[in-house]
């Protein structure tokens, strides 16, 4: 994808894929099937709020419990993730 072809979101999701490790470990992460990541990575809408929990990881520069801010379930994820933080 080419910055021509790219959006603040596609943008957004490599840098979080690059801060990561790998798409995978990201996937893992946000506990989102990887095909989900991978249909974002190819332009399909990112429902705004993991448009925003990718927002918090690219703002911190790391995978952050703060990402889960935005989500529903989010304390129940937080608690389960927070060694990973």
Do not use: Q, Y
């Not at 995978?24 to 809408?45: I, N, Q, V």
């Amino acid at each position: 994808m080419t910055r021509a072809d790219s959006t603040s979101h596609t943008r957004t999701l490599a840098r979080a894929i690059e801060i990561a490790g790998s798409i995978e470990r990201l996937a893992d992460f946000l506990c989102r099937p990887l095909a989900d990541l991978a249909a974002w990575s190819r332009g399909t809408p990112i429902p705004s709020p993991w448009f925003l929990a990718l927002v918090d990881i690219v703002s911190a520069n790391a995978l952050t419990a703060k990402a889960f801010d935005n989500l529903a379930g989010a304390k129940t994820r937080r608690t389960a993730l927070a060694d990973l933080v």
